[in-house]
């Protein structure tokens, strides 16, 4: 009975262990490569993105999904060295509907020999697009980035809360069944031996 128990406890432990990962989808942490949300390949130029809020959490990166509305710096990594001879500019606009929404910040085209292409902006909760462009063109033909402001990420709360909270439930429930078995009654009465 025990042994039963154990094999199913220890089962039901690595399918929880399985599914909860806690490095899907963070804000930013220690991903990089291939697996970085904020960084864009388009052809063979490489641009990686991020935004920071430094009057709420002074090390905090953020890329598609922003914690709280206010005064927002954005900072574009121009990580293709071409692209840093090349006036490069950068359009955030309210909505998702691209170059159809209101502009709330336009950083002209310009080189940028350090690399680095910097902006400022006050973000409201709700959706925006980035969109970064040289003169001759945007660097992608849909929106680059779309930032989530203030907005309730459903996915990282079930990965946060229910998943740990359905592992509690599964160790009380072992608990249970280990106290309610015939093995534990036994050793209690001290029969066993």
């Not at 929404?101 to 350090?114: N, Q, W």
């Amino acid at each position: 009975m025990i042994r039963q128990v154990t094999q199913t406890g220890s089962m039901l432990l690595i399918l929880v262990a399985s599914l909860y990962s806690p490095n899907v989808a963070t804000a930013h942490g220690t991903v990089s490569g291939e697996d970085d949300p904020c960084l864009r390949r388009v052809g063979e130029r490489v641009v990686h993105f991020n935004a920071y809020q430094p009057q709420y959490e002074l090390k905090g990166q953020y890329c598609t999904d922003i914690p709280r509305e206010g005064d927002t710096f954005l900072v574009v990594d121009l990580v293709d060295p071409a692209l840093r001879n090349e006036p490069v500019g950068m359009r955030v606009v309210r909505g998702t509907d691209g170059a159809e929404g209101e502009i709330v910040a336009d950083i002209r085209p310009s080189t940028h020999p350090d690399g680095v292409l910097r902006g400022e902006v006050r973000l409201d909760a709700g959706l925006y697009t980035v969109i970064l462009a040289t003169e001759k063109q945007n660097l992608m033909k849909r929106p680059q980035y779309l930032l989530r402001v203030q907005m309730t990420d459903y996915q990282k709360l079930v990965r946060t809360v229910a998943v740990p909270l359905l592992g509690m439930l599964l160790v009380a429930w072992l608990g249970y069944k280990l106290v309610r078995s015939k093995w534990i009654g036994n050793w209690r009465k001290g029969s066993i031996q």
